[in-house]
T-cell receptor, first 115, second 112 residues
């Protein structure tokens, strides 16, 4: 299996622009997670989906952030408009929901820089 | 609410020495506990996990961790450090095995 695929790997944009990050989970996995990693705040869960349905979006910073999962093999995280404080590495992870203790498989991340 | 505290943001050991990375957690229910490793410019990779049963858990690359309920700890150890172990290590807790709460991470440096 190719693992979790994220694109782009690097994104540099200017403040006010729309940014879309993409994720393809591992085939057969039914849970998908979006994380943000910064030096100041560490690794934060933004939102997670189960069977394409958002379950917990309490970590989404504000209305500028939105996430969708139109089908089992694709998810997007959109920031509109972007701000310099959104600069971070964004990770997508997927897992199989089971009886508990499920391993999350992480993608390589998207490094976002907002100028 | 769940939380994780990792003591020491940086740990330095000599090659061949014992590795000990500390993790304490807070959880209102029996927790699921995880250790992940992150190499530079990569995503996180699972080292080991505790769900139920045996409290000493063995993982990949010679790492192990022991769940101690009385101490609310899940420290990570490895008897002999290798240069390739240099990375950042994250402890995580979950109350249902799905949503993870991560610690701040510990950067392990291995000196030759």
């Amino acid at each position: 299996d190719a693992g979790v695929i994220q694109s782009p790997r690097h994104e540099v944009t200017e403040m006010g622009q729309e940014v879309t990050l993409r994720c393809k989970p591992i085939s057969g996995h039914n849970s998908l997670f979006w994380y943000r990693q910064t030096m100041m705040r560490g690794l934060e869960l933004l939102i997670y989906f189960n069977n394409n349905v958002p379950i917990d979006d309490s970590g989404m910073p504000e209305d500028r952030f939105s996430a969708k999962m139109p089908n089992a093999s694709f998810s997007t995280l959109k920031i509109q408009p972007s701000e310099p404080r959104d600069s971070a590495v964004y990770f997508c992870a997927s897992s199989v929901t089971g009886t508990g203790g499920n391993e999350q498989f992480f993608g390589p991340g998207t490094r976002l820089t907002v100028l | 609410a769940q939380s994780v505290t990792q003591l020491g943001s940086h740990v330095s050991v000599s090659e061949g020495a014992l590795v000990l990375l500390r993790c304490n957690y807070s959880s209102s229910v029996p927790p699921y506990l995880f250790w992940y490793v992150q190499y530079p410019n990569q995503g996180l990779q699972l080292l080991l996990k505790y769900t139920t049963g045996a409290t000493l858990v063995k993982g990949i690359n010679g790492f192990e961790a022991e769940f101690k309920k009385s101490e609310t700890s899940f420290h990570l150890t490895k008897p002999s450090a290798h240069m390739s172990d240099a990375a950042e290590y994250f402890c995580a807790v979950s109350d249902n095995g799905n949503k993870l709460v991560f610690g701040a991470g510990t950067i392990l440096r291995v000196k030759s």
